[in-house]
């Protein structure tokens, strides 16, 4: 997985990046948790990226501002976004002709990947895991543009179950997407004991989209 820097809003970020196998490969960008506790090396970040490198994406993950060797400081989502929208345009200089984008975030990085599903008309599907409902605003899905997976924790110490499950329905009143929810049992936030079970049902999802 070869070590990226390229220029986002406040400087230089630091990334990983796998090229896609074959031409018109599809492309995943990958998104951190909260910068103040977590990096593109979480494991579950790093799950995500290793599943998506599998199935033949080109696959980026990178460090938000201020986080390892990234430039700026925390900018409370609102620079965070631009993070990621820069980074897709990275990508997308090298995979102008891919087939689909897809976008998965954990915690944190799930509320900015949401945002950014909403400003790019090309991510046709995400995967939020752990999307942090009853910490941040998420009425900006009106109407969510793309199908997706929202995953959650049963014993989530930081996420409302409640929260989650309000949002979830939310958006399955939506029309023209569907939007799949799965609750791991006994999972807290960070799925410490529970990243097994997280990746078959992430990987039993995007069977289903991606007919693979």
């Known amino acids: 997985m070869p070590d990226v820097i390229f220029t986002g809003p406040e400087g ?10 074959r031409p018109r490969a599809p ?6 948790d909260h910068p103040s506790v977590g990096t593109m090396n979480h494991p579950i970040v ?3 990226y290793n ?9 980026l993950r990178f460090n938000f501002r201020g986080v390892g060797r990234s430039q700026g400081v925390f900018d ?3 620079g965070e976004l631009s993070d990621a929208a820069s980074a897709l345009d990275w990508m997308q200089q090298f995979n102008h002709e891919a087939s689909q984008t897809w976008v998965g975030g954990f915690s944190f990085g799930a509320w900015i990947g949401m945002q950014l599903l909403m400003r790019r008309p090309e991510i046709k599907g995400f995967i939020s895991i752990a999307p942090p409902a009853n910490m941040y605003d998420f009425t900006f899905l009106a109407p ?16 409302t179950g409640i929260s989650v499950q309000k949002l979830v329905d939310k958006l399955k009143t939506q029309r023209h997407i569907t939007i799949d929810h799965e609750t791991i049992p006994g999972a807290n936030h960070f799925f410490e004991n529970e990243m097994a079970d997280l990746m078959k049902v992430v990987d039993a999802y995007l069977d289903k989209r991606l007919n693979v």
């Open 46 to 48: 790093i799950a995500l």
């Open 76 to 78: 409370n989502g609102i």
């Open 27 to 32: 492309v995943a960008i990958l998104l951190q």
């Open 12 to 21: 230089r970020l630091e990334g990983r990046y796998q090229p896609g196998p």
């Open 51 to 59: 599943t998506f490198v599998r199935r033949g994406f080109a696959t």
């Open 144 to 159: 969510c543009p793309s199908s997706g997976i929202i995953i959650d924790g049963e014993n989530d110490e930081v996420v």
